[in-house]
């Protein structure tokens, strides 16, 4: 039974799930640690992942339709930092507004455009990376099957979200940027009385979670299923915020914990056929992702302190 | 400056608000220009039907689709005025409902058994509006509702018989000799348990030995969830995957697509509503809700409506059974096609019952 539970396929779904989430919650935790909560990441993978999957569409080409879903990703959080670093609204409300604006901007821009509700005609996807096939027999075919499938099997947006997030984590701990970033959420009035324009740094951190996001929905249209559905995001906008949280504001925390999610979830998925094994309710399969995040949050990580003005909007005295 | 900004940016946002909600209203305009049109040429009182959506929504591609087809048809050929509104979440089926109701529609068309709870709550406040709930069972049924239900297992059943017989065939180059067989359900709740278990006796009927690998969605639009589930089965040696789980199902098909297996479809059939799917898809099993809806429209304008009772519709009834092979019409060999009309003779003769559970 084991064996049919721990194989390649199941780290490989875990790490396909994660990129997701991932990719947002790094997006989460560059906006949170310069001081503005963003509660829109739904609404910004939406809008991605739907002008993503308009513009292959028209064109055809997965590439141009991951650039345009970025592009989409950052006009629409531009909306967002408009009203919570110039305008100094509540960001929870804005973020609310732009995730019920994305539902229902892309409902009606697919009946305006497409004719009709719910899915998308399908549209080519990027393909994995790397095609290798099986190797030989024996402890070395084995050995190969797991590396192939686990690491090799990939498509390129899951690639990159790894290299984005040991990337934004080194930047934000070794560059002047990273620490103004930190700054910004912690005291801003010391990187305002330093010289440097809060305002500018806040819009900054805000439209690359906007990226981000953005590249989070062309990951789950352009990468993942090849269609965009209405509401296809399915709250992971939220798991991402709290990946971000769980991962105490860091890149690569974000990243692990939502690969703990990502395992979870496929884990899950392998376990459910042994419903009749484990003698357990259906219900218990479904819920373990969720069990684990309340788990880990509760007993693993221990209390997770934010940056101290993050959702606080910086007035200038 | 800063009240002014504050006072544009409100501006901004209740615009947000009103684009939010633009698809619900889309669909209220031509209904409103509708009106106007037959009060000015008629006098007769036409019968105003309106459908309220499960949470999957227009353009799943199957359930709630089929049952709007079936108001389209009412539409053109018996001249009803119809409307829907979408329910984006389990919240909004009672002020749905309600709006419905309050603005003189009658039969209201409640798809999934989602509503139940609900179309029993308000069909007491409403008395003179007919409510028609697909899916749902009713004990004792509310003198204004129709309960609308599908034997479902007897159409899986069938598709069972195909999916069974097919693993053990070579008719397809991506069928294996593993003799695994695979099934995706949407949430797990006993009506999709009733697709698996038919599904189940169907396979096992035909091919003792098989194996069938459920897995549940828990979800009825997630997209993603489908195909990760797909590719599981895959892993595990399925080679012909079932799915009854909603606008799901449609990820399935591309992991079918992408790794190599055959796929059968659910409610509609699938290789007219799913694009590009018919290199995996091997058949569907549909339940002929669009012909149920549309007969029971007739039947109000006819005012022989039969309120107060549950319909239940079998593959005796017409109400379920197997789509067209397509694609893959000359290559099933006829001993499969003979074995699920054998199937589909023995269950409307009663020879075979088909189990409603695991």
């Known amino acids: 039974m084991l064996s049919d539970i721990i194989t390649p396929d199941l780290f490989a779904a875990a790490l396909r799930m994660a990129t997701p989430l991932a990719l947002a919650a790094i997006g989460g935790t560059i906006c949170e640690r310069s001081g503005v909560v963003n509660i829109a990441l739904e609404g910004i993978m ?51 507004a732009i995730n019920l604006l994305a539902l229902g901007l892309t409902g009606f821009l697919m009946e305006l455009w497409y004719g009709h509700p719910g899915t998308t005609q399908p549209i080519p996807t990027l393909q994995p990376v790397f095609g290798f096939g099986a190797m030989g027999d024996g402890f070395l075919g084995e050995v190969w099957r797991w590396i192939n499938g686990v690491f090799l099997s990939h498509t390129p947006l899951v690639y990159a979200a790894i290299f984005i997030a040991i990337g934004t984590h080194w930047a934000m701990y070794h560059t002047k940027w990273g620490l103004r970033l930190r700054a910004l959420g912690e005291h801003p009035r010391a990187v305002d009385t330093a010289g440097v324009s809060v305002a500018r740094g806040r819009w900054v951190a805000v439209l690359m979670s906007g990226a981000l996001g953005g590249l989070a929905g062309a990951n789950l249209s352009i990468e ?36 703990l999610f990502g395992f979870a979830d496929a884990l899950q998925i392998k376990l459910q056929p042994f419903r009749d094994v484990i003698d357990l309710p259906p219900e218990f399969f479904l819920m373990v992702p969720y069990v684990v995040t309340v788990v880990v949050l509760a007993g693993v990580i221990g209390r997770a302190v934010g940056p101290a003005q993050v959702g606080v909007p910086y007035e200038k005295g | 400056m800063n009240k002014k900004l504050s006072k544009i940016l409100m501006v901004l946002l209740a615009l ?35 459908m309220i959506t499960d949470t999957a929504g227009l353009g799943d591609k199957s359930f709630n689709d089929l049952t709007w087809k079936g108001f389209e048809q009412a539409e053109s050929e018996l001249g009803v005025e119809v409307k829907v509104l979408e ?55 509310p003198e204004n509702v129709v309960g609308v239900g599908f034997k479902e297992n007897e159409g899986s059943y069938l598709a069972g018989v195909v999916a069974g017989l097919a693993t053990k065939d070579t008719f397809d180059s991506r069928l294996n000799d593993k003799n695994v067989i695979g099934f995706v359900g949407g949430m797990d709740v006993p009506l999709i348990r009733k697709f698996q278990a038919g599904f189940e006796a169907g396979a096992k009927s035909v091919n003792p030995d098989v194996q069938v690998v459920a897995l549940y969605t828990g979800s009825w639009d997630d997209v993603a969830k489908g195909k990760e589930l797909g590719l599981s089965l895959i892993d595990q040696g399925a080679d012909v995957i079932y799915a009854a789980a909603g606008g799901c199902g449609e990820g399935t098909v591309r992991a079918c697509q992408e790794k190599g297996a055959l796929f059968i479809g659910v409610d509609a059939d699938q290789y007219n509503t799913i694009a590009n799917s018919g290199d995996v898809m091997l058949t569907s099993m549909m339940k002929n809700i669009d012909v149920v809806v549309f007969d029971l429209i007739q039947a109000m ?27 893959f019409e000359s290559k099933v060999p006829q001993s499969i096609k003979d074995a699920v009309d054998k199937a589909s003779d023995d269950i409307i003769s009663g020879a075979v019952t088909v189990p409603e559970a695991l």
Not at chain 1, 72 to 93: E, F, K, M, P, Y
Not at chain 1, 234 to 258: E, H, K, Q
């Open chain 1, 46 to 96: 939406l809008i991605g992942a739907f002008f993503g999957t308009a513009t292959v569409l028209a064109t055809g080409s997965p590439w141009l339709g991951v650039l345009v879903a970025v592009l989409a990703g950052v006009a629409i959080s531009a909306v967002h930092a408009v009203a919570s670093v110039n305008l100094r609204t509540d960001q929870v409300v804005s973020g609310t």
């Open chain 2, 16 to 50: 947000t608000l009103v684009v939010a909600f633009v698809p619900a209203c889309a669909e209220e305009e031509p209904v409103e220009e509708e009106e106007t049109t037959t009060e000015e040429t008629t006098e007769e009182v036409t019968v105003k039907a309106a």
């Open chain 2, 87 to 141: 329910s984006a979440t389990i919240n909004d089926y009672e002020p749905n409902l309600q709006e419905l109701a309050l603005a003189g529609y009658s039969p209201l068309v409640a798809t999934g058994f989602l509503l139940t709870d609900t179309v029993s709550k308000i069909c007491v406040e409403y008395p003179d509006t007919m409510f028609i709930n697909i899916d749902g069972f009713f004990d004792p049924v």
């Open chain 2, 301 to 327: 304008v006819d005012g022989d409506f039969p309120a107060g009772t549950m319909q239940v519709f079998g593959l005796k009834e017409g109400g379920v059974g197997l789509a067209p092979f397509h694609d």
């Open chain 1, 224 to 259: 993942q299923v090849g269609v965009f559905q209405e509401g296809f995001t399915n709250g992971r906008g939220f798991i991402a915020l709290a990946a971000n949280i769980f991962g105490r504001w860091t890149p690569i925390g974000s990243y692990l914990a939502s690969l």
